[in-house]
C-alpha cells in the first residue's frame, strides 16, 4: 500500500469559452472530471453553458507526486454517451514539494514558486504556488486539449495529515 502524503483539494472555479456540443441551444452541460492514480471525482452538470461556474471543492488523496492530476471535460447527454470537450492534466510535483517544507517562519504572501507555460504543461498563464494564511495554495488557469476552445480555472490546496511525516 503507498503512503498517504496529504490531500489536494481542487476547487473547480469556471470554464471560459468551453465548446459547443448542442447546437440547437448553441451551448452545452459541462462537467469536470479529475483523476489521480485509481482515484476518479466528478463536479456537477452546469446546464446550457459555456462559460460555466462551479466553485465546487474536489478531494483527492495523494499518495505518488510524480503522478500528474488528469482532467476531462464533458457534456452531458441524455440519450447518448457524454460528449468530450476537451482534456488537460498538471504536474504536482513542485506544489507538493513546497507544501512537505517547514513553513512556519515564512512571511504570509510569499510566492515560493513560478510555474511557466510551456510544451510539457496545460498551462495557459504563469502559476504561483503561494503561502497565503497558513496554507500552500496555487491558481492555475489550464488551456484544454483534444477541442478547438476552452480554458479551466482551478484553485489548489494542500491539508497536510497529522503524523504523516515531511
Known sequence: MECLLGLLKVRVVRGVHMAVCDPLTHSSDPYVVLRHGSQKVKSSVKYHTTNPEWNEELTLSITNMMQPVKIELFDKDTFTADDSMGDAEFCILDFVETAKQDLSHVPDGT??????????NCLATESQIMWKDGKVTQDIVLRL????????VLHLQWVSIPGVSR
Not at 111 to 120: C, E, R, S
Not at 145 to 152: A, H, I, M, S, W
Open 111 to 120: 510566492v515560493m514558486k513560478t510555474i511557466h507555460p510551456d510544451k510539457a
Open 145 to 152: 486539449r483534444n477541442t478547438d476552445t476552452g480554458e479551466l
